[in-house]
């Protein structure tokens, strides 16, 4: 963008991040309980990123497909978001020319949360499913 890397520290104090993924169409969606593979994938995204999800009474939908969603089993998006301060260290790290999985990482020490960890908020809450965060993010 030709915006030097110390210009962006010097001016910028938050990075939001948003990816736009499709709601499950509740007129036809498929309810369940989360399969074995499904709920270690779960875990294994809560030990990666230091949080906790409740699977507790949570089910997931599977789309199908209806006349109100052109068949597809989805309808209308939401969108998913990600928050990065950047307090001193990362503004350090990003005038020091930082790779962006260093960046990450670093992030990662304090409190962002990627978002991944909003999209799986978003299935333990029945708006979307895996397939469709996976399908914008690649999650597994
Ligand atoms: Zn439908």
């Given at each position: 963008?030709?915006?030097?890397?110390?210009?962006?520290?010097?001016?910028?104090?938050?990075?939001?991040?948003?990816?736009?993924?499709?709601?499950?169409?509740k007129?036809?969606?498929?309810?369940?309980?989360?399969?074995?593979?499904?709920?270690?994938?779960?875990?294994?995204?809560?030990?990666?990123?230091?949080?906790?999800?409740?699977?507790?009474?949570?089910?997931?939908?599977?789309?199908?497909?209806c006349?109100?969603?052109?068949?597809?089993?989805?309808y209308?998006?939401?969108?998913?978001?990600?928050?990065?301060?950047?307090?001193?260290s990362?503004?350090?790290?990003?005038?020091?020319?930082?790779?962006?999985?260093?960046?990450?990482?670093?992030?990662?020490?304090?409190?962002?949360?990627?978002?991944?960890?909003?999209?799986?908020?978003?299935?333990?809450?029945?708006?979307?499913?895996?397939?469709?965060?996976?399908?914008?993010?690649?999650?597994?």
């Amino acid at each position: 963008m030709g915006i030097s890397n110390y210009d962006i520290s010097s001016t910028v104090g938050t990075l939001v991040s948003q990816r736009l993924v499709r709601k499950i169409c509740k007129k036809c969606a498929k309810k369940r309980e989360f399969n074995e593979d499904e709920i270690n994938l779960i875990k294994k995204l809560e030990d990666k990123y230091n949080v906790k999800f409740n699977l507790e009474g949570k089910y997931t939908y599977d789309a199908v497909g209806c006349k109100e969603c052109n068949n597809s089993g989805y309808y209308d998006r939401i969108g998913i978001f990600e928050v990065l301060g950047l307090d001193d260290s990362i503004k350090e790290l990003i005038v020091n020319g930082a790779s962006t999985i260093e960046i990450r990482n670093a992030a990662l020490q304090k409190d962002y949360k990627p978002l991944i960890v909003d999209g799986i908020n978003k299935v333990l809450d029945g708006v979307t499913n895996l397939n469709e965060l996976d399908r914008k993010l690649i999650i597994y």
